[in-house]
């Protein structure tokens, strides 16, 4: 069986304010279709990591490198265009745009063609577009305003859109934040089958850990800026380090605690 490329290599990525130390030292590697989630206590210093893979941050030290290629404090744009999607933890949607013209919009911007959008968004990209909401379970939805969605139909079409530059990368920042239980299963399913079927890396950060230790292949642990543990989820389970730094946040994951099933 052959093993996947390694698709993101992060080495050493460091970014300080004064004198914290909001990531120190931080390195792991992602490959092509693999899950792998990235949490660790308010403060550990996630959301500092996303961003300087994303390029809305410039790390002091330390190298991004996708595919190889240096990517370390490029611009978000140039590295979206490379391939890599994000999704935020408060979705962005144009609110009196419908659903197609949503993804419309990246699928224009990710081909670097300037239109008109009032007169031309209705002609370019449709069909792509609809496939892409085919693909999220949002087909139905393609002609509705995105301000009438439901909250887990917004995330779902916000995953449409990080679709649309057909990306090597996906960072899902608390892809499920503020959605009901059954939703956030159907949405990392959704997800991960996408990912698996396209080979494309997702590392994502989320505060549920049923969501993590069901869909994660790998987890890592960031706790004030330095990785703890890396490790398959029942590694990380029982990772003592880890848990001392989880405790009372619920880490020790008990599988008879999921959804719909008995304690």
């Known amino acids: 069986m052959s093993v996947a490329p390694t698709l993101l290599a992060?080495?050493?990525?460091?970014?300080?304010?004064g004198g914290i130390h909001a990531v120190r030292g931080v390195s792991f590697e992602l490959r092509a279709g693999?899950?792998?989630?990235?949490?660790?206590?308010?403060?550990?210093?996630k959301s500092t990591c996303f961003d300087m893979l994303n390029g809305q941050n410039r790390p002091d030290s330390g190298h991004v490198r996708l595919l190889g290629e240096e990517i370390t404090g490029r611009k978000p744009r140039e590295i979206w265009r490379l391939g890599v999607g994000r999704t935020?933890?408060?979705?962005?949607?144009?609110?009196?745009?419908?659903?197609?013209?949503?993804?419309?919009?990246?699928?224009?911007?990710h081909e670097?063609?300037?239109?008109?959008?009032?007169?031309?968004?209705?002609?370019?990209?449709?069909?792509?577009?609809?496939?892409?909401?085919?693909?999220?379970?949002?087909?139905?939805?393609?002609?509705?305003?995105?301000?009438?969605?439901?909250?887990?139909?917004?995330?779902?079409?916000?995953?449409?859109?990080?679709?649309?530059?057909?990306?090597?990368?996906?960072l899902m920042d608390e892809p499920t934040a503020g959605m009901a239980p059954r939703e956030r299963i159907d949405l990392m399913r959704l997800t991960a089958s996408i990912a698996r079927e396209k080979s494309i890396g997702v590392l994502f950060t989320e505060h549920d850990m049923d969501v993590v230790f069901e869909h994660a292949d790998r987890i890592i642990v960031l706790n004030r800026g330095t990785l703890i543990a890396e490790g398959s989820p029942e590694a990380v389970r029982s990772n003592p380090q880890v848990q001392a730094v989880?405790?009372?946040?619920?880490?020790?994951?008990?599988?008879?605690?999921?959804?719909?099933?008995?304690a």
């Open 10 to 17: 992060v080495e050493g990525l460091t970014k300080s304010y």
């Open 88 to 109: 935020f933890q408060i979705t962005a949607t144009f609110a009196t745009m419908t659903v197609r013209e949503n993804v419309q919009v990246a699928l224009i911007s």
């Open 112 to 170: 670097q063609r300037l239109f008109n959008l009032v007169g031309s968004a209705a002609r370019v990209a449709r069909e792509e577009a609809g496939r892409l909401l085919e693909l999220v379970g949002m087909g139905g939805y393609a002609d509705r305003p995105c301000g009438e969605l439901a909250y887990g139909d917004l995330k779902r079409l916000e995953l449409a859109v990080a679709l649309a530059n057909q990306p090597k990368l996906l």
């Open 34 to 45: 693999e899950i792998l989630a990235l949490i660790g206590p308010n403060g550990a210093g």
């Open 246 to 262: 989880y405790l009372g946040e619920g880490l020790v994951y008990d599988a008879r605690h999921r959804e719909g099933t008995p």
